[in-house]
């Protein structure tokens, strides 16, 4: 299993632009979520799925998009990026409950 | 939301045992304790999680206060890879039975040769 896969690994944005981070698993679990972590901070949940066609909303999801339209992939868009978006970005799955989240190995973003 | 409190940063010489301390006075009955940790750049790895008994597994062991209101997670020979950042948290129940993981900034553990 290639776990929990992320693309880009790094990427630099201008203000105003828009882009797809894109995330996805093959281990067949029902719980995704996105998390941005910034320098010397602890991880924030952005966005959450518990299966396929479900999102909410998590701590921070002002400026992020997701849609869930399989169960391996939950892309993360970026309408218009601002410098305050500039972050480690780090994807998770997990079967739900009290299992074990699995992070991939995150996406680098500057915003300038 | 159960919180929870750790130091900022410990350190441990190479080959003794790492004893991370969390304070979660405040958990619910039915919240579990997960431990993960972040490797410098990395992704967080999980670690171990209880309710109320004592876990071990082949990474550490987990000692939760009869009272649930603190926990100690134990590195029992800890080596120069286990340095990383180490997060307490307490699963915070959402709507849809699913759980969402609230992490804070974690304790900076140090292992020295």
């Known amino acids: 299993n290639a776990g929990v896969t992320q693309t880009p690994k790094f990427q630099v944005l201008k203000t105003g632009q828009s882009m797809t981070l894109q995330c996805a698993q093959d281990?067949?679990?029902?719980?995704m979520s996105w998390y941005r972590q910034d320098p010397g901070m602890g991880l924030r949940l952005i966005h959450y799925?518990?299966?396929?066609?479900?999102?909410d909303q998590g701590e921070v999801p002002n400026g992020y998009n997701v849609s869930r339209s399989t169960t391996e992939d939950f892309p993360l868009r970026l309408l218009s990026a601002a410098p305050s978006q500039t972050s480690v970005y780090f994807c998770?799955?997990?079967?739900?409950?009290?299992?074990?989240?699995?992070f991939g190995p995150g996406t680098r973003l500057t915003v300038l | 939301d159960a919180k929870t409190t750790q130091p900022t940063s410990m350190d441990c010489a190479e080959g003794r045992a790492a004893n991370l301390p969390c304070n979660h006075s405040t958990i619910s009955g039915n919240e579990y304790v997960y431990w993960y940790r972040q490797i410098h750049s990395q992704g967080p790895q999980y670690i171990i999680h209880?309710?109320?008994n004592n876990e071990t597994n082949e990474m550490a062991s987990l000692i939760i206060t009869e009272d649930r209101k603190s926990s100690t997670l134990i590195l029992p020979h800890a080596t120069l890879r286990d340095t990383a950042v180490y997060y307490c948290i307490v699963r915070v129940p959402v709507t849809g039975g699913s759980e969402k993981l609230v992490f804070g900034k974690g304790t900076k553990l140090t292992v020295n040769p």
């Open positions: 281990m067949n679990h029902e719980y």
């Open positions: 209880g309710l109320k």
């Open positions: 799925s518990v299966g396929a066609g479900i999102t």
């Open positions: 998770a799955s997990s079967y739900g409950g009290t299992t074990e989240q699995f």
